[in-house]
């Protein structure tokens, strides 16, 4: 059975503006306002349309000159041809199948409309036989309601998600502990596999975290990005509201630690911030850790502006721990190290050090080759005390985690093992013996990626999409069926014109079916649709599968039982992160260099 399309009418009202306007704004009075508003909320932008007695159906942008007619003031011959014109606009606008008709206007309309709506069609006047007021105090009560109920999905939204006393003595037990960058990745907890279809609109309010999907959390804490935290401003407003930890729903024992987000302002002359707004926002947001404000010194655009950026992000560093000290904040500063070389780096490390901070933190290393971190590292390790912890932005490398750790390093982030599972050519499910594999693409067709789709090509995409989403459930249930690979290969072939084929990276993973042996929690409840390369609801799980295995791939590194772990190493690293506004390669001396 095919849901009914909804369709909400709105009868135009006698109070105008009295220049032409747009419909939804030429009518002014209390009654058609709160019915626009009512029916926008039933059936939304696209079907909500607005009934007229001069001009029949109009859209709500249709730009009108104002005019002083009613309905009920026409003959009846005429309110009869008015309402079989209106009906025929409607049906030649949604189709004559089934749909379910909201009528928010007066006894007139309805009664013109009614006789002529195809039988298919089910009418709804909620508000029939009310007089005036009985209608205005309607659309009081269902706006009330509207607003109790969206307030009651919040309030269920608005809880931690506990972690179990083991999880969080063995993440201080860590060597190395690992951050996890958040980009507001979440997913639909219920979303239908089988009818591909959402449970609701995605916001914060109705999905869920990765931590809350699994039974303990796959990183040792969450860094949240300022640069990240600010728009939508929708955003910014519910995090200061809220605070970090009840708005990444994780309760204070999980450290969230906050930076600027330098790689996102690393193309303008100066940050957007000063210290004092840093230092101002970690408190009121609750951050359990705070990185000073700092300045990328190694994409600068000249010699100069490299100086300047270094000087900054050390002056920012002194200014930040007085600031911090003068108020007394009972959450721990960490200064920001910057550099473009092994000197410069220890000079600058040294230096922060030198003020009195316990944490540094390292920026601007995220394009590097692991060579030139360790390098720098080596210096850096020379003048830093072992008491003092060093964190490296951006770099979670398994394979350097050992070298790391002997090098002072006590924490690192990536978001790369996430994204690798949407922004990585074909290695984009990880397993917990360090190998890859490409997920099997099958976008919608009626998607970006196939919006050039039309006619013939498109009814053919639509057949091709089915029997591959069919192909692949089926592989759940025994070996692949003959003809999947082929249905795959055309449809990739309509759908993402000019790729190379995947074809044998698809043979490749249906026949491992590496969701079969993996344990994970989400392999175990949606196996093959976290390796199906198609929309948020499966590309996001699978990197929340991807940080689970990389996660434990990282223990195994640090506990010496590294299994190879190429995949996730060298060059591929670099289109795995947003690097914001950078456009500029960093440069990276590749030997010891003074400081100028
Ligand atoms: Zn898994």
Known sequence: MTCPVRIALVGCGSEKREVPSPARDLYTGPLFKGALREALALAGEERTAILSAEHGLVHLDEVLKPYDLHLASLPRAKREEWGRATAGALVERFGASTAEVHILAGAPYVEALRPHFPASWRVVVPMEGLTQGGRLSWLKRAREARTASAAAVIARADFVAPVSREWLAESRGRQLRYFLPDCDDRVDPDFDFATDTRSAKGAWETEQYAHQLYPSPNFDGLLVSRMEAE?????????AELGVHRYLR????????????????????????????????????GFDMGVSLDHIAAVAASDEDRRARYELTLQNASDFLRGHRAAGHAW????AVQGWSPATYAEAARQVVAMGYHHIALGGLVMAPTEAVLAILQEVHQVVPASVGIHLFGLARAEAARAFVALGVRSVDSSSPLRRAWLHARENYITLDGDAYAAVRVPYANGRAAKSLAGETLAKAQRLEKSCLEGLAACERGPVPAGLLDALEEYEALTLPGRKSMRAENQRTLEAQPWRTCPCALCQRHGIQVLVFRGNDRNR?????????WYRLLGKALRREAAPVVA????????????GSVTRAPAYAATTGGVA
Not at 541 to 549: D, E, S
Request: charged content about 15%; proline content about 10%; glycine content about 10%.
């Open 332 to 335: 721990q500063p960490w200064g």
């Open 231 to 239: 728009s939508p401003r929708a955003k910014a407003r519910r995090l």
């Open 541 to 549: 799980r699978r990197g929340f599968h991807n940080v689970w295995a």
């Open 568 to 579: 996730l190493v060298g060059g591929s690293q670099l289109d795995l992160f947003n690097l």
């Open 250 to 285: 994780v309760p204070p024992a999980v450290p969230v630690l906050g930076d600027c987000g330098a790689f996102g302002y690393a193309s303008e002359a100066a940050p957007p911030f000063s210290t004092e707004d840093m230092l101002a926002y970690y408190t009121q947001l």
